[in-house]
């Protein structure tokens, strides 16, 4: 049962003495956040001399119009009588709102509001309010994704700064607690639709699986208590394992490659995928691979020795993140043409080359050359409907070199206008009615 003191309890077993650190609490008006705001509100009353040193931050995203208004209003009003401190961002058109993917975009957003809080108000964690629920649709969402035990294992209670003290309290716990002490909260009716996978097994699915079994969720709550110190046995033996076939210096990892492919294919993941090496066809290739060969991630190389893998930190200059392409298009003009053959790296895989005709009409300027970011999606010419860029990569199959070479053209609403030197997205291409044309091309 949620009460103040199970929730002492619990995050007391998160941290050690909770009263000597101080807290961003990230409330969205939900009843899960005000719940939690409440309980760190009451835990500062029971303690002799001493309170819990908190403020709080909410996003207002804007999207559903005076509601998100209304649960800005609840939070701000809530610390308002409580003398909290209350820091607010509030989504403009500078956030550049994408066309898709909201949830990854408005995720990125408020981590990174919620971090430079932390930092300018020298707050050391950040909390957050998800539950039990939330814990069970994640397992669900990353059992559908064939995630292995690290997906499995679910929300951490405590990873790189963030507290999680409600993961182990259902929703059904924290609407009583709500209930029984008066917390004004307010309702997300949009998480009532199925526009999202989750909200579609929050919606569907969870409900069936709780009318299976009266004891669902707390066995649930059982078995994923199970696989995280699964998790935590695996993880200290791949330790184990690393060390006896590596040898480290200042710049260098060699590992021994015989026995490392002596060991099993989920091994052989865990150790190489925290140099960036996690796709299973690349390790693959790396076995296979011819002395000399050299393969790189995002921030480190592996080359290939006689009996060793040589693994070191990428050592590159820092390359330019995106490069204008055009600032305005002069619409006195019938047609502007664009050649980008110099910021397209000489990689045979990616250097073909492109002759694209844009409706000048249909374009938001500027126009920039930028490297793929999660989320992205585009309507490649050729194709019926849209497609994630990351999908689009893997159907190419792209090599790690040729994913971070890679150039996406994209406009001053960050939306993808083309994929260098592969597809252009074809809502923006000129058709019979086009007046203005720009032409991006490049001479391979």
Known sequence: MLDQLSFKNQLENLILSPENHTYLLA???????????????????????????????????????????LDQKTVQDFCGRHNIGFHLYEVSEKDKKPENSIQLWARKLRYQFFRKIQKKENLKFLVTAHHLNDQLETFLINLSKAAGINGLSGIPTNDNGILRPLLSFSKEEIYNYAKENNIDFREDLSNKKNDYLRNKIRNEIVPKLLETNDHFLENFKKSSSYLNQTKDFVQQQIQIIEKEISAFNKEHIIISKDKLNLQSDFVKFEILKKYGFDQEEEIHKIFKAENGKTFLSKNHQLKIGRDELVISRNQEEKEEKEIIVIENFDFSENQITINIKDFIEDIDEI????????????????LRLRRHEAGDVFYPSGFSGKKKVSKFFRDEKLSILAKQKIWVLADGYNSVLGIIAYRQDRRYAKDEKTKNILKIFNEK
């Open 351 to 366: 250097n073909d080359g492109v002759n694209w005709n844009f409706d000048a009409e249909k374009l938001h300027f500027p």
């Open 27 to 69: 409330v969205s008006g939900g009843a899960d956040s005000m719940v939690l705001a409440s309980l760190f509100l009451n835990a500062e009353c029971e303690m002799q001399n001493k309170r819990y040193n908190f403020q709080v931050a909410h996003i207002n995203y804007k999207l559903r119009g005076e509601d998100s208004d």
